[in-house]
């Protein structure tokens, strides 16, 4: 909902409203009785999406629900508001920027202007480029300094640079050229870098540095840089070397010529694509190096169909939609804080830490649009992990816990691993069963009579029912394809940013800005200016200054110790 000062606000507008009245209808009932009670409920909250099926029918909805919640869509102008992305609009109100991650992968190659000139010949150069450097790599025409073939790639970029080509990486491990290692260096921890570098035996005759920075002034990233370049020369290279063994990915070419790569070793893109919806573009160049850009091409494919669905499907069958609109549900009339991804696939494992930062960053905001302050809560804490893992370790808080939290269960029906039928039986079993227990719980009287099957003694079974007694009623989304290839898994990043797009037009935030991000990249320079002269500086808090000065301490007696 575009918002002026006259136009009711999003908690008071009618939509809304309704919604808090049909919350406090329902909220107690059991979606076990809503199961009995209706026995197409599964048909009836299920989508198809190609080989991806969504099933959203273990959610505390009931159809009348979903009307609420789209006519909340609707008064929001999500329709209206996700055309304007498609088309370049500067979306990015505080930026003044489009969010064009879509253009990226417009395999119609329909027209898409920004300022007035169609952006799409410069993707398809930039991916022309991409394809014949890679190739060269990968059939080993590209040849290091001492003439030897490419071995390991090394990414160095840090978030939005990092997350989401390591993620597709990892999920596409099956698809990897297989003399090519790909390996992501991030934190300016030196640790880091060592156990790359050092501790996987890279060999610099036979390593490319793929550096991945939008802005190519984020410090950890040149930081990292400049340690590979000196761990290159070292070894016995030099500078004019250095072409043959660098690459940048930037939209400064400036700053990649001062850092000594060469402007014709650089991959473009623009100001257009936000960091963390940035692996469509050349920020991709480490997937198209380990894949192929075959496969890269699939990648982009299943996520322009995905962004096909979602501007043409009606809202009530449109999975980004619903995805959104349940989202709502649950963090703006339940409260609930947190939402979980939880991938039972090895290969997916990256996934909900990339999501963290594509959902986090994108609508973890207090202002809305126009800056003004808003009184409802926005973006979920969305965190997970590999959901077989997870219940050996963190569901206990899902099933007993007193917090509600909304899940995504994730699942495919094959896998490209060598296939052990028996592995894969138990793992679906699992995912099976535990969004059927989260919905179903256990009563009291179950677990009773379960005890005493059991035959646990009389005198036990009443002390053990209020530890043993799962209340249930925890909502789920199933998502099931059919085999993770490239073009599913584009089609389920695209699915999850368009989830995000749309609670951050309903809750009428600028979900393409990270002005708490950029405060963390200027934080630290004070701070350093103070470590590296060993001079106090500047006025900090008791704590920050006790900090330091307890690090120094540290830091001089582990010198004085090393002499
Ligand atoms: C993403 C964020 C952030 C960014 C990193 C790296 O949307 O802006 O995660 O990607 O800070 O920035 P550079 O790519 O400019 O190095």
Redesign the pocket.
Known sequence: MSQSNDTPTLTSSPAWINLEQHYSAINTKKMKILFAEDKDRFSKFSLHFESILFDYSKNRITKETMQHLLSLAKQCNVTQWRDKMFSGEKINNTEGRAALHTALRNRSNTPVYVDGIDVMPKVQAVLDKMETFARKVRQGDWKGYTGERITDIVNI???????GPKMVCRALTQYHHERLNIHFLSNVDSSHAESILKGEELNPETTLFVV???????QE?LRNALTAKKWFLDWGATEKDVAKHFVAISTNKKEVTAFGIDPDNMFEFWDWV?????LWSAIGLSIVLAVGMKHFIELLEGAHAMDQHFQEAPLEKNIPVIMGLLGIWYNNFFKAESSAVLPYDYYLREFPAYLE?ADM?SNGKSVDREGRRIDYSTGSIVWGAEGNNGQHAFYQLIHQGTKLIPTDFIIGATTHATCNQHHRNILVSNFLAQTEALMIGRSQEETRQQLKAAGVKLKDVEERIPHMEFEGNQPSNSIIFKELTPRTLGSLIAMYEHKIFVQGIIWNLNSYD?WG?ELG?HLTEKVLEELESGNDIYQHDSSTKGLLEQYRTFRNETKRGQK
């Open positions: 970029g840090i978030g939005g640079s990092d997350l991945a920075s939008k802005t190519f002034t984020t990233t936000g960091g963390r919806y940035s930062q960053e990270q991000v990249k």
